[in-house]
């Protein structure tokens, strides 16, 4: 009896480990295939950006017969990347500074449930999500017009502050409800002023929740488009995925200078996203469990 028992504990350990490992395997291989999808794209931008035109369309998928180094040079004068990139940058990380600043200011009262409406108005800005910006683009035309600020950084700045509130609001909530009160309360008893206990307490608490607010607002706002080519019409004030269209022809297209522009545009925010990953990574479960 124990013969067989000892027997059938190896059997079900060895059934064990093969198991493990059947499930290791296949999750190295749905990860390889998930890592495959993202940075094959990626390869293909960037064998892409040194193409000439009858290479691009010749061997689309091969390497480039003759790597043509000027794409990017081409690509920095003729779609004012000079200009573009600089305005990109402005506009992305003032608008991104002042979402987030904003939404943790409001993610921090409505944190504090003092009033009654406080859930209600979380609702309302989170609700800001399901508006589509194309709905609200006549509205802001006038707006916009009616400010005087056509043409302008600020006319895109503005928009994009409003816009990134909804997500900001949604995530920057759950991540205040779970700061300590004693430690706010004290704050208080010490003669602390709301903001101070806001800027010294609040805000280094809220950091990882606040990393991924400006990642997730930051990606959208550096590859806006559509906005930028209602209100951003002036040469001096357009961003660079509206630059990039200026390669994009009605009878043909310089693909190895667009492909070289996106590369220019990208590396930034992947190189941003690479820096701040696991911050990212805890800011999103910041708030999913109190404790």
């Given at each position: ?288 469990v109190k404790g």
């Amino acid at each position: 009896m124990t013969a067989l028992s000892l027997a059938d504990r190896r059997r079900r350990g060895a059934k064990a480990v093969r198991t493990r490992l059947f499930v290791g395997i296949a999750r190295s291989l749905f990860l390889a295939i998930l890592s495959l999808m993202v940075l094959v794209p990626i390869a293909y931008m960037v064998l892409a950006s040194f193409k000439t035109v009858p290479d691009f369309f010749g061997n689309p998928y091969g390497l480039p017969g003759t790597w043509a180094w000027d794409n990017y040079s081409r690509a920095w004068r003729d779609a004012h990347i000079s200009i573009t990139l600089p305005n990109t940058i402005i506009v992305t990380a003032v608008s991104v500074f002042g979402s987030t600043l904003l939404a943790a200011l409001i993610a921090y009262g409505i944190s504090r449930k003092e009033k009654p409406f406080a859930m209600g108005l979380y609702t309302f800005f989170v609700a800001g999500l399901l508006v589509p910006v194309n709905m609200i683009v006549l509205p802001l035309f006038i707006l916009i017009k009616w400010l005087g600020l056509f043409g302008t950084l600020m006319a895109l700045i503005f928009p994009y502050i409003a816009l990134g509130l909804p997500l900001g609001v949604l995530i920057l909530g759950p991540v205040a409800a779970t700061l300590p009160r004693d430690l706010i309360s004290a704050a208080q008893v010490d003669g602390a002023t709301e903001w101070q206990i806001f800027r010294r307490i609040v805000l280094p608490l809220m950091k990882p929740g606040l990393i991924s607010v400006a990642i997730l607002n930051g990606v959208w706002m550096w590859n806006e488009f559509f906005i930028p080519l209602i209100v951003a019409f002036k040469p001096e004030s357009q961003t660079m995925p509206v630059g990039i269209v200026s390669f994009v022809g009605a009878y043909s297209t310089e693909w190895g200078l667009v492909f070289a522009s996106v590369v220019v545009s990208t590396a930034p925010i992947l190189f941003a996203y690479l820096l701040m990953t696991r911050q990212f990574q805890s800011g999103l479960t910041a708030g999913a469990v109190k404790g």
